[in-house]
């Protein structure tokens, strides 16, 4: 054990002959010091100028990003939803115009019933009126001819007998001749 003490003791003494670190690079505290006090001087003067305005904008910035990001979903879930709510607007309006055509197409179409109607009872009516018309000018027409033919046969019959008729006798064979031709 002795001799590893020994050894100790002497590798102590030749590394205390020999310079340290500080005296190698030359290095004194003084200066060390001097340099860690301007050092931290710096520092605190970029932390504040520099590095905490950095932070506060970055942190507004986020700030920013992340109401904005709300604000875009917020804007998407009332896009889809007016969406679904113009969907359903379009649908109805849809459904009601397609009732308004089927209403209309109804309602023309009994209009155009109606109309016909009107016009066939009207046709009717000119037919019926029509073959009033017609009979009565025929009737007129069958009188006039009887009449005719009632003169032409008290003439006939006058010329045939030679004779004048007194107004009696005329108005006798007319109603009987009259009466004659009615029955054809």
């Excluded at 604000?71 to 459904?95: D, F, G, R, V």
């Amino acid at each position: 054990m002795l001799p590893l003490l020994l050894a100790t003791v002497e590798a102590a003494h030749t590394a205390a002959a020999e310079p340290g670190i500080a005296e190698k690079f030359g290095l004194e505290p003084k200066y060390v010091l001097i340099q860690a006090i301007s050092f931290l001087i710096v520092l605190g003067v970029l932390y504040r100028f520099a590095i905490k305005p950095i932070i506060a904008t970055m942190d507004d910035r986020a700030k920013q990003i992340d109401s904005g990001l709300k604000y875009a979903t917020e804007m998407q879930a009332k896009l889809a939803a007016t969406q679904q709510e113009t969907a359903a607007l379009i649908k109805a309006a849809q459904l009601d115009a397609q009732k308004i055509v089927d209403e209309s197409r109804k309602t023309a179409k009994e209009l155009a019933e109606r109309q016909q109607k009107d016009t066939a009872d009207r046709v009717a009516d000119m037919l019926a009126k029509g073959q009033q018309s017609i009979e009565l000018e025929h009737r007129k027409m069958l009188d006039q001819a009887r009449g005719e033919i009632a003169r032409l046969v008290v003439t006939t019959t006058e010329r045939v007998l030679a004779k004048k008729l007194t107004d009696s006798e005329r108005a006798a064979y007319n109603e009987a001749a009259t009466k004659e031709l009615t029955v054809i």
